[in-house]
């Protein structure tokens, strides 16, 4: 089992930038694939982006390509989102993700994703 935590979610205005945090504990973090999805309320939850076990290649959706950066520190068994540019309409919450040991494959595919965060709340006033 993985347990993952965000953090870092808030308030700001647009134009602002937040970083999110994703803490992981149990198994090897640096097994793992790791992505960030958001779900705004009434909507499904969406891909925002992904980086490889290794850190090698990372994974972005197209409406916020440029403006956010995925990272990870293996020794830290720790992922990053840094959101630059927030626009309103990233308003959401925000949930940190694993996939399955060494996964190599759809890393926008939600069904990839078996250990999940609780999530934490992004708002982004115009």
């Known amino acids: 089992q993985v347990q993952l935590v965000e953090s870092g979610g808030g308030l700001v205005q647009a134009g602002d930038s937040l970083r999110l945090s994703c803490a992981a504990s149990?198994?090897?973090?640096?097994?793992?694939?790791t992505g960030w999805f958001r779900q705004a309320p009434g909507k499904e939850r969406e891909f925002v982006g992904a980086i490889t076990w290794n850190g090698d290649s990372t994974f972005y959706a197209g409406s916020v390509k440029g403006r956010f950066t995925i990272s990870r520190d293996n020794a830290k068994s720790t992922m990053y989102l840094q959101m630059n540019s927030l626009k309103p309409e990233d308003t959401a919450a925000y949930f940190c993700?694993?996939?399955?040991?060494?996964?190599?494959?759809?890393?926008?595919?939600?069904?990839?994703?078996?250990?999940w965060g609780q999530g934490t709340q992004v708002t982004v006033s115009s």
């Open positions: 149990g198994r090897p973090f640096s097994r793992y694939a």
């Open positions: 993700a694993a996939t399955t040991l060494f996964y190599n494959g759809d890393y926008t595919a939600r069904d990839a994703y078996v250990y």
